[in-house]
């Protein structure tokens, strides 16, 4: 009960709080005088989710029907006549409700287990599938061989699948360099595809995720370009949601023809919009048969609000995210097409102005005459045009080779780009298989010296529990001297890399901060091989820039030095290459497992392969070795050993030791036992050590 | 001299007068232990990066109708390039509910005073440097925060450390479930 308003009450209520007081100061005494203090205990740093992209796990991109002949690329299907401008046909399956399916969301790692053995609960009519084949043919070691196996190898794919009807097994993808095909098989018939004797094993296909977080000099690639090298002649291969290829930096390239009729039409959203908004536009032009519409403007903020275009059914067949001017949509049959604007809950922007309607068609012409990305294609829409509708693989592509106002590792080099993932970035492991096999199959006709993906399943595994879905195509790339690079995943895991950059032949690549420490995301273990860049990167996304973080961001980074180092040495070996990066790599100490990995550097790459003793000073200076630097005692900073390339770049170049003083300044926080302070804080204080 | 006294003396009548007056129109003093988890996050760094770090205490405090006074005591381990520190935080906190009080939900503000004792090992192994270092920084903090059901109290704090050479502020996410000493 209360105790109303008594005197004795009030003075007890003073007397409990002066008492905790007394404590408080008491414990402030006792803490100063460290009567507390305990021994350091090791890190245990909270791990921050990485962004949740789980909502990508319930699509399925369209399945071909029947066996068809041909590769892949022989069985695309347009949706839609490809676009105009920025976007073109990419109608992602997660927001086509007709091709939606349920995928068991349990758990979307690969592993071995998930080699199908028992479905009885499964309640799926048709189970999406990868069929790997018994190896009946010499290894591909060279390009010479590859269209000798492409025809064995299609032929060994088309003696199994002869054995099921067109009902059975519903054909997704036929590999080229890799014995092996992809579809749906009906459940009933599961048993007799993994008896069949040239069957090697059967996986669950499923869903991966794009690996979301000033960089080029750190690495030095800036150096490497002063020598004149800067991934001329190099092609990249980039395995992702595709890339903005009318971008600035990546080649302002627009190749696509309208036909028809252009008459202005006036359709704003409202400037700017409001957060969670959604609303749908409807244009519909009585006696059209095509119908695209041209967007004056597109500014949405990147990733978390869409613009979607549907058509009549309310089928979405484009979407785009960012930032976009002068930009025509996908040309759709009949004469109704729909404009969706969906906002998150934060940030808005200013929305969307549509000016004009075409009744026509767009059609894709084809990459083969821009200047930076050269070639590619959607495995997820079936087509020829790799346009991104995510925005992460332009991301990833401008690391490696932008060209503009940003450059990126290897500015010169040329990309070819490999859609896998879907607009939400939802990646299918036969897609991306086929991806690395589409450029394995291209490395005949393009330089290709390196296979990027920014892409990982979320699992930690080391060498014995790493699945082994996507080694072949990985150690077939390797034999044709294509070095595959794989980001190592962002969930914070100190003991295993996610798949599939465990897998043998792969170059995992985790992520450091600018200022060389671990990435509190990045995944990393004993199978890590080295690190890159991947906090905070200014990149470019579809029609603009912005930062991204992640080991995604990582990877290209060491793509791009690959470019580099295999124009100045166009015949090293992917194994050299990744003994070298591995050597020559800036260590950097994992204080979650104690281990230590390096840092690219390209320069000092460069260096390792050419024999030539350096290049230029900084190959010869204290830049990169902490330890070598010393200054005198008393604080009288002299004698800093710099040491001098002479010749550059030659078989006679060699570093001397010069005696020229460097400044005062150059020890910024003074001198102590012949090296000069490191400053080192807590929370509160900073030392000088 | 006197005049210092005479201010000096006036404070103290006025802070007695304050806690006094705070009380009048209480109606149940509630004495409690709460045993708390939670996060600390530190912002504004200027020298060096931390991580967000686990955070656990235990506070004793008593409310008297809408006032409340808390003590407390937090532990919290930090891990950055070259240094390992554990920290403990005391603090002092009144808090005040302004806003309608329901069975279920109680809303308070808090404000107080703290102060963080680190307690850092700095291990640079390339020169051999291995130091064990303490500092104290005073701090003042304010927050808001809400007891669910009269037991479960959760609360974010931001706290400003004026002094402080490198992380300026930090924000303190708590969790804690109280258990009553006694209800007179």
Same mark, same amino acid.
């Given at each position: 009960m209360g105790v109303?308003?008594?005197?004795?009450n009030?003075?007890k209520i003073?007397?409990i709080?002066?008492?905790?007081?007394?404590?408080?100061?008491?414990?402030?005494?006792?803490?100063?005088?460290?009567?507390?203090?305990?021994?350091?205990?090791?890190?245990?740093?909270?791990?921050?989710?990485?962004?949740?992209?789980?909502?990508?796990?319930?699509?399925?991109?369209?399945?071909?029907?029947?066996?068809?002949?041909?590769?892949?690329?022989?069985?695309?299907?347009?949706? @839609?006549?490809?676009?105009?401008?920025?976007?073109?046909?990419?109608?992602?399956?997660?927001?086509?409700?007709?091709?939606?399916?349920?995928?068991?969301?349990?758990?979307?790692?690969?592993?071995?287990?998930?080699?199908?053995?028992?479905?009885?609960?499964?309640?799926?009519?048709?189970?999406?599938?990868?069929?790997?084949?018994?190896?009946?043919?010499?290894?591909?070691?060279?390009?010479?061989?590859?269209?000798?196996?492409?025809?064995?190898?299609?032929?060994?794919?088309?003696?199994?699948?002869?054995?099921?009807?067109?009902?059975?097994?519903?054909?997704?993808?036929?590999?080229?360099?890799?014995?092996?095909?992809?579809? %749906?098989?009906? %459940?009933?018939?599961?048993?007799?595809?993994?008896?069949? *004797?040239?069957?090697?094993?059967?996986?669950?296909?499923?869903?991966?995720?794009?690996?979301?977080?000033?960089?080029?000099?750190?690495?030095?690639?800036?150096?490497?370009?002063?020598?004149?090298?800067? @991934?001329?002649?190099?092609?990249?291969?980039?395995?992702?949601?595709?890339?903005?290829?009318?971008?600035?930096?990546?080649?302002?390239?627009?190749?696509?023809?309208?036909?028809?009729?252009?008459?202005?039409?006036?359709?704003?959203?409202?400037?700017?919009? &409001?957060?969670?908004?959604?609303?749908?536009?409807?244009?519909?032009?009585?006696?059209?048969?095509?119908?695209?519409?041209?967007?004056?403007?597109?500014?949405?903020?990147?990733?978390?609000?869409?613009?979607?275009?549907?058509?009549?059914?309310?089928?979405?067949?484009?979407?785009?995210?960012?930032?976009?001017?002068?930009?025509?949509?996908?040309?759709?049959?009949?004469?109704?097409?729909?404009?969706? $604007?969906?906002?998150?809950?934060?940030?808005?922007?200013?929305?969307?102005?549509?000016?004009?309607?075409?009744?026509?068609?767009? &059609?894709?012409?084809?990459?083969?005459?821009?200047? %930076?990305?050269?070639?590619?294609?959607?495995?997820?829409?079936?087509?020829?045009? *790799?346009?991104?509708?995510?925005?992460?693989?332009?991301?990833?592509?401008?690391?490696?080779?932008?060209?503009?106002?940003?450059?990126?590792?290897?500015?010169?080099?040329?990309? $070819?780009?490999?859609?896998?993932?879907?607009?939400?970035?939802?990646?299918?492991?036969?897609?991306?298989?086929?991806?690395?096999?589409?450029?394995?199959?291209?490395?005949?006709?393009?330089?290709?010296?390196?296979?990027?993906?920014?892409?990982?399943?979320?699992?930690?595994?080391?060498?014995?529990?790493?699945?082994?879905?996507?080694?072949?195509?990985?150690?077939?790339?390797?034999?044709?001297?294509?070095?595959?690079?794989?980001?190592?995943?962002?969930?914070?895991?100190?003991?295993?890399?996610?798949?599939?950059?465990?897998?043998?032949?792969?170059?995992?690549?985790?992520?450091?901060?600018?200022?060389?420490?671990?990435?509190?995301?990045?995944?990393?273990?004993?199978?890590?091989?080295?690190?890159?860049?991947?906090?905070?990167?200014?990149?470019?996304?579809?029609?603009?820039?912005?930062?991204?973080?992640?080991?995604?961001?990582?990877?290209?980074?060491?793509?791009?030095?690959?470019?580099?180092?295999?124009?100045?040495? *166009?015949?090293?070996?992917?194994?050299?290459?990744?003994?070298?990066?591995?050597?020559?790599?800036?260590?950097?100490?994992?204080?979650?497992?104690?281990?230590?990995?390096?840092?690219?550097?390209?320069?000092?790459?460069?260096?390792?392969?050419?024999?030539?003793?350096?290049?230029?000073?900084?190959?010869?200076?204290?830049?990169?070795?902490?330890?070598?630097?010393?200054?005198?005692?008393?604080?009288?900073?002299?004698?800093?050993?710099?040491?001098?390339?002479?010749?550059?770049?030659?078989?006679?170049?060699?570093?001397?030791?010069?005696?020229?003083?460097?400044?005062?300044?150059?020890?910024?926080?003074?001198?102590?036992?012949?090296?000069?302070?490191?400053?080192?804080?807590?929370?509160?204080?900073?030392?000088?050590? | 001299?006197?005049?210092?006294?005479?201010?000096?003396?006036?404070?103290?009548?006025?802070?007695?007068?304050?806690?006094?007056?705070?009380?009048? @129109?209480?109606?149940s003093l509630k004495h409690y232990v709460?045993?708390?988890?939670?996060?600390?996050?530190?912002?504004?760094?200027?020298?060096?990066?931390?991580?967000?770090?686990?955070?656990?205490?235990?506070?004793y405090g008593f409310n008297a @109708?809408?006032?409340?006074?808390?003590?407390?005591?937090?532990?919290?381990?930090?891990?950055?390039?070259?240094?390992?520190?554990?920290?403990?935080?005391?603090?002092?906190?009144?808090?005040?509910?302004?806003?309608?009080?329901?069975?279920?939900? %109680?809303?308070?503000?808090?404000?107080?005073?703290?102060?963080?004792?680190?307690?850092?090992?700095?291990?640079?192994?390339?020169?051999?440097?291995?130091?064990?270092?303490?500092?104290?920084?005073?701090?003042?903090?304010?927050?808001?925060?809400?007891?669910?059901?009269d037991?479960?109290?959760?609360?974010?704090?931001?706290?400003?450390?004026?002094?402080?050479?490198?992380?300026?502020?930090?924000?303190?996410?708590?969790?804690?479930?109280r258990l009553y000493l006694d209800q007179n």
């Open positions: 109303g308003y008594s005197s004795k009030i003075k003073i007397t709080s002066l008492l905790m007081f007394f404590v408080f100061i008491s414990i402030i005494f006792t803490t100063y005088l460290g009567f507390f203090q305990q021994k350091s205990v090791s890190s245990h740093a909270i791990i921050i989710p990485n962004l949740d992209l789980d909502k990508t796990t319930n699509s399925s991109p369209e399945f071909s029907e029947g066996f068809g002949v041909g590769s892949s690329s022989s069985r695309g299907s347009s949706s @839609g006549g490809g676009g105009g401008g920025s976007s073109s046909s990419h109608s992602s399956s997660n927001n086509n409700n007709l091709n939606t399916e349920k995928v068991p969301q349990n758990n979307l790692s690969f592993t071995n287990d998930s080699i199908l053995k028992n479905l009885t609960n499964d309640k799926r009519d048709y189970i999406p599938v990868i069929v790997m084949l018994k190896d009946q043919i010499a290894e591909i070691t060279n390009k010479n061989d590859l269209s000798k196996a492409r025809l064995i190898i299609n032929s060994q794919e088309d003696k199994v699948l002869s054995e099921f009807n067109k009902s059975e097994f519903l054909l997704k993808h036929k590999y080229n360099t890799i014995n092996g095909f992809t579809g %749906k098989i009906k %459940k009933e018939s599961l048993e007799e595809l993994r008896q069949n *004797p040239n069957v090697k094993a059967v996986y669950e296909d499923r869903l991966l995720n794009v690996t979301l977080m000033d960089s080029v000099p750190l690495i030095n690639a800036d150096d490497v370009w002063n020598l004149g090298i800067t @991934g001329n002649g190099s092609v990249v291969c980039v395995v992702d949601t595709g890339i903005d290829y009318t971008h600035s930096d990546l080649g302002a390239c627009n190749p696509f023809n309208l036909t028809g009729n252009i008459i202005l039409y006036s359709l704003e959203s409202p400037h700017p919009y &409001t957060d969670n908004y959604d609303y749908t536009w409807t244009i519909t032009q009585p006696g059209f048969s095509q119908i695209a519409v041209h967007f004056l403007n597109i500014s949405v903020e990147y990733y978390w609000d869409y613009v979607y275009i549907m058509n009549a059914s309310n089928n979405i067949v484009q979407s785009f995210t960012g930032y976009y001017t002068d930009v025509w949509s996908v040309s759709i049959p009949g004469d109704t097409i729909k404009i969706r $604007l969906v906002t998150d809950y934060s940030i808005t922007d200013w929305g969307f102005a549509v000016d004009k309607v075409l009744n026509g068609t767009i &059609t894709f012409l084809g990459l083969q005459d821009c200047k %930076k990305v050269i070639n590619g294609y959607d495995f997820v829409n079936l087509d020829n045009d *790799p346009m991104d509708d995510n925005g992460h693989g332009t991301h990833v592509s401008g690391i490696v080779a932008a060209n503009g106002t940003l450059k990126g590792v290897a500015p010169d080099a040329k990309l $070819l780009a490999i859609k896998v993932c879907d607009a939400v970035g939802g990646c299918w492991g036969s897609d991306m298989i086929a991806g690395v096999d589409w450029c394995n199959n291209k490395s005949g006709t393009y330089n290709i010296v390196a296979t990027t993906m920014s892409i990982g399943d979320g699992g930690s595994y080391n060498r014995t529990t790493c699945p082994t879905l996507m080694d072949d195509v990985i150690n077939t790339a390797h034999d044709l001297g294509i070095s595959v690079t794989v980001a190592s995943g962002n969930e914070g895991y100190s003991n295993g890399i996610s798949y599939p950059a465990c897998s043998p032949n792969a170059i995992s690549v985790g992520s450091t901060t600018k200022s060389d420490i671990i990435s509190w995301f990045t995944n990393t273990g004993s199978l890590l091989d080295v690190l890159a860049p991947g906090s905070s990167i200014y990149s470019t996304i579809p029609g603009g820039y912005d930062y991204l973080s992640g080991t995604s961001m990582a990877t290209p980074h060491v793509a791009g030095v690959i470019a580099l180092l295999k124009q100045y040495s *166009p015949f090293i070996s992917p194994d050299r290459i990744r003994t070298v990066l591995k050597t020559t790599g800036i260590p950097i100490y994992d204080s979650r497992n104690g281990l230590t990995f390096p840092r690219i550097d390209a320069l000092a790459a460069l260096r390792n392969i050419s024999n030539v003793a350096c290049f230029s000073n900084s190959n010869c200076g204290t830049d990169y070795s902490f330890g070598s630097q010393f200054c005198q005692s008393d604080n009288v900073y002299k004698n800093w050993v710099v040491y001098t390339c002479n010749n550059p770049g030659t078989n006679s170049s060699y570093c001397s030791d010069s005696t020229a003083p460097k400044l005062k300044e150059e020890c910024e926080y003074g001198c102590t036992d012949g090296r000069c302070k490191i400053k080192v804080c807590n929370y509160g204080k900073c030392y000088y050590v | 001299m006197k005049k210092l006294e005479s201010i000096i003396k006036k404070g103290k009548i006025i802070a007695l007068a304050g806690i006094a007056s705070l009380a009048i @129109g209480c109606a709460e045993p708390r988890v939670g996060a600390i996050v530190p912002v504004a760094e200027k020298e060096q990066d931390y991580k967000p770090s686990l955070l656990i205490g235990g506070a @109708g809408k006032i409340g006074f808390e003590t407390s005591l937090d532990y919290f381990h930090s891990s950055g390039e070259y240094i390992q520190t554990d920290s403990i935080l005391p603090r002092f906190n009144v808090s005040y509910s302004p806003l309608k009080q329901t069975a279920k939900v %109680k809303p308070y503000i808090i404000a107080g005073a703290n102060l963080l004792s680190e307690f850092s090992a700095i291990d640079i192994p390339e020169f051999d440097v291995h130091d064990k270092v303490s500092n104290t920084t005073l701090g003042v903090e304010a927050g808001i925060g809400a007891t669910i059901l037991r479960i109290n959760s609360r974010l704090v931001c706290t400003w450390l004026p002094t402080s050479e490198n992380v300026k502020n930090m924000f303190t996410l708590m969790l804690g479930y």
